[in-house]
C-alpha cells in the first residue's frame, strides 16, 4: 500500500517539469474560472494530468503542493446544476457520500458564498492507507452546469497547507 503511494509520488515528481508556479491571477482555458494560486501551489500540466490519473474521469484542472501530498482537482461537469440548485445539494448530497465512501469519521456540510457565488461545502474523513483521509468537495453552478472543487489530502498534510488552500479558495471568480 505504502509503495503505491510511493509510486503516485514519485508519477507526479516525475511530471514536475510541467508544473508551472502562479502567484498571478490566472484564467484557467478550460474552465469558467480564474483564480490565484499563489507560489505554494503548482498547476499540473494537460500531460501531468494524464499521467497522474491513467484511468477514468480525469479533472479539468489539478494543483498540488510542493510536496504533492495535497491535491486540488477541478471538475467542470456535463451535469446540469443552476445556481438555485446549489442549496439543495446541501440536503441531498451527503446520502451519496456516504454511500460511495466506505466509513466516514465525520461529514459536515456548510454554504460558502466565495466572491458572490454560492458554494456548497463538504467536508469529511475517512480512513485511509497511511492514515486518515481528509477530503472537501465544494460545488457550485458554473454556465448551468456542476463545477466541482474537490482537495484532498491527510490530516496532517492538510494542516500544513491550510492557508494556501484557504488563499486559493478565496481567490476563485467564476466568469
Not at 460558502?112 to 477530503?135: C, I
Amino acid at each position: 500500500m505504502q509503495r503505491t503511494r510511493s509510486l503516485f509520488s514519485a508519477l507526479l515528481l516525475a511530471s514536475a517539469l510541467a508544473f508551472t508556479a502562479a502567484a498571478a491571477p490566472i484564467k484557467l482555458t478550460n474552465l469558467p474560472l480564474s483564480l490565484e494560486p499563489g507560489d505554494k501551489l503548482f498547476v499540473l500540466s494537460d500531460a501531468g494530468i494524464q499521467k497522474a490519473f491513467l484511468t477514468g474521469n480525469r479533472p479539468d484542472a489539478v494543483f498540488l503542493s510542493k510536496d504533492s501530498k495535497l491535491s486540488l482537482t477541478f471538475e467542470w461537469r456535463a451535469t446540469k446544476l443552476g445556481s438555485a440548485d446549489v442549496n439543495t445539494m446541501l440536503t441531498q448530497f451527503p446520502n451519496v457520500i456516504r454511500a460511495q465512501v466506505p466509513g466516514i469519521k465525520s461529514l459536515k456540510q456548510q454554504a460558502l458564498n466565495l466572491n458572490g457565488d454560492t458554494w456548497a461545502d463538504f467536508v469529511f474523513v475517512a480512513p485511509g492507507r497511511s492514515g486518515d483521509v481528509r477530503r472537501e468537495m465544494l460545488i457550485t453552478s458554473a454556465q448551468g452546469r456542476m463545477l466541482v472543487l474537490t482537495i484532498s489530502s491527510n490530516l496532517a498534510d492538510y494542516g500544513r497547507n491550510e492557508a494556501d488552500v484557504q488563499a486559493l479558495t478565496g481567490s476563485i471568480h467564476l466568469n
